[in-house]
């Protein structure tokens, strides 16, 4: 069982759409919970950072971690054609080695 | 204020042969990180480095080796290369145990 579970999609959403996406994990020592996007062959890029359990908004995303359920998903509202990217969910106990997720492929169409 | 940047962008190498991927880190961070990422798949960590000395290694064979200047830039270095290589190879710095920024990554093809 890997430490981090992510549905790899593809997920397809039409423009204004709600989306979430989630990961599962299984390491209850995890304390740090990160959501990055990856554009084709580009590298990561952060885009939330959260410590611990609860919420977090930026604009138009919002991250839950639910630490109990072992679960976190991001949140982006008014979903856009430039959000299409695989989003990749990683989680570290103290901040050194990042653990990922096999990444989740969106599509928002116009 | 510079990002992270890595070099070579793409590479091709033959099986057997030995490669060094460099990183310059973001300016003002002292530790980077190194990811494989193959196609697909989520990065895997290879190992970080923190003012010269490694801090911590991944599930890599020791052909997979690193180094970290004075200047806090560092090489990734795989020796006898195999097939399975074939990834992006993604560097990461930060300051300490902060937030870690991605390089664009450097992608490595062995034929």
């Known amino acids: 069982q890997k430490e981090v579970e992510q549905d790899p999609g593809p997920l397809s959403v039409p423009e204004g759409a709600i989306v979430s996406l989630n990961c599962t994990y299984s390491?209850?020592?995890?304390?740090?919970f990160m959501w990055y996007r990856q554009y084709s062959r580009k590298g990561p890029e952060l885009l939330m950072y959260?410590?611990?359990?609860g919420n977090k908004e930026d604009g138009r995303f919002t991250a839950q971690v639910d630490k109990s359920s072992k679960y976190i998903s991001l949140f982006i509202r008014d979903s856009q054609p430039s959000d299409s990217a695989t989003y990749l969910c990683a989680m570290t106990r103290n901040t050194d080695k990042l653990i990922f997720g096999t990444g989740t492929r969106l599509q928002v169409f116009p | 204020e510079t990002g992270v940047t890595q070099s070579p962008t793409h590479l091709i190498k033959t099986r057997g042969q030995q490669v060094t991927l460099r990183c310059s880190s973001q300016?003002?961070?002292?530790?980077v990180s190194w990811y494989q990422q193959a196609l697909g798949q989520g990065p895997q960590f290879i190992f970080q480095y923190y003012r010269e000395e490694e801090n911590g290694r991944g599930n890599f064979p020791p052909r997979f080796s690193g180094l970290q200047f004075p200047n806090y830039s560092s090489e990734l270095n795989v020796n006898a290369l195999e097939l399975d290589d074939s990834a992006l190879y993604l560097c990461?710095?930060?300051?300490?145990?902060?937030?870690?920024?991605f390089g664009p990554g450097t992608r490595l093809t062995v034929l």
């Open positions: 959260t410590y611990s359990s």
């Open positions: 990461a710095s930060s300051v300490g145990a902060d937030t870690q920024y």
């Open positions: 300016s003002g961070h002292n530790t």
């Open positions: 390491n209850s020592a995890f304390q740090y």
